[in-house]
C-alpha cells in the first residue's frame, strides 16, 4: 500500500507519517524492487493507534513507551490523567483569575496590567501554567514564505510564457513549430500549476497544525 492510500485510509498527512517514521513509531518494510516503503495492515493500525493517542493529548515519548511495551495502555493513561488533572487545575486557576476580573468595570486604558501581570508571574512560580497565546500571534508568517515563493516562481514562469510567444509573434517565419512551441509553453505552465499545488498542500498541512504539534514533543 502507497503512502497516498494510507493518507486517505487514516486521516493523517503524508508528512505527519513520515515523522512517526523518523521518530521510530512507524517501521514500514521497502519494496525490494523499487526500494518504496510499503505499508500494510500492520502499519495502518498502528496509525490509528497513534491518531487516537494524540487525539487523546498523549505526548510521542509515552506513545513510544507504550509501543515499547515498557508501559501498558493502563499505565500510560494514569501518566496521562496526572497531566490533564496539572492541565485543570491551571485552567481553574486561570478562571479564577478571569472570574474576579469581570468585577473590574474600567476601561483597558487605565487597567494596571503590570500588578496583574506580577499576580501572574506569582502565581506561576507556584505551579501555575497560563494558556500565553501571544506565541500564536506569529502563525501567519509560516503563510508568508510559501506564498512568496509560489507567487515569485508564478510571475517567473508567466514570464517565460510572455517572452516565447512574443518570440513568436516578431517573427513567425523563424518561429518553431507549433508542437514545439506548445511543448515549451507547457513546461513553465506545468511548473506554475505544480507550485500552485503545493501551495494547497501546505496551507491545509498548516492549518491541521498537527505537524508543528508534534514539534513540541
Known amino acids: ?4 492510500e494510507v493518507e486517505a485510509r487514516v ?4 508528512k505527519n507519517i513520515r515523522f512517526y517514521e523518523a521518530q521510530g513509531l512507524l517501521s514500514p518494510r521497502r ?11 500492520d ?6 493507534r497513534i491518531k487516537l493517542l ?13 509501543q515499547s511495551g515498557a508501559h501498558t495502555v493502563g499505565d500510560g493513561m494514569r501518566r496521562h490523567l496526572v497531566t490533564l488533572e496539572r ?8 478562571m479564577e483569575l478571569c472570574a474576579a476580573l469581570t468585577t473590574r468595570e474600567e476601561r483597558l486604558d487605565d487597567l494596571d496590567a503590570g500588578a496583574l501581570l506580577d499576580e501572574m508571574a506569582r502565581m506561576e512560580r507556584e505551579g501555575t501554567t497560563f494558556q500565553d497565546k501571544q506565541r500564536g500571534d506569529i502563525k501567519p508568517l509560516r503563510y508568508v514564505v510559501p506564498g512568496a515563493i509560489t507567487l515569485l516562481t508564478v510571475l517567473l514562469m508567466a ?9 513568436f509573434s516578431i517573427d513567425t517565419e523563424e518561429a518553431p513549430p507549433l508542437p514545439l512551441l506548445i511543448v515549451l509553453m507547457a513546461i513553465p505552465g506545468a511548473v506554475i500549476l505544480g507550485v500552485v499545488l503545493a501551495l494547497v498542500q501546505r496551507v491545509r498541512e498548516l492549518g491541521r497544525g498537527e505537524m ?3 514539534r513540541q514533543y
Do not use: C, F, H
Request: hydrophobic share 35%; charged share 35%.
Open 87 to 94: 492541565e485543570r487545575r491551571n485552567l481553574d486557576r486561570a
Open 31 to 41: 519494496n525490494s524492487e523499487n526500494g518504496y516503503r510499503d505499508y500494510g495492515p
Open 1 to 4: 500500500m502507497k503512502i497516498n
Open 43 to 48: 502499519e495502518v493500525e498502528t496509525l490509528r
Open 159 to 167: 514570464g517565460l510564457i510572455a517572452l516565447i510567444l512574443w518570440g
Open 11 to 14: 486521516g493523517i498527512t503524508k
Open 212 to 214: 508543528d504539534d508534534a
Open 54 to 66: 494524540r487525539k487523546l493529548g498523549l505526548s510521542l515519548e509515552e506513545i513510544r513507551q507504550m
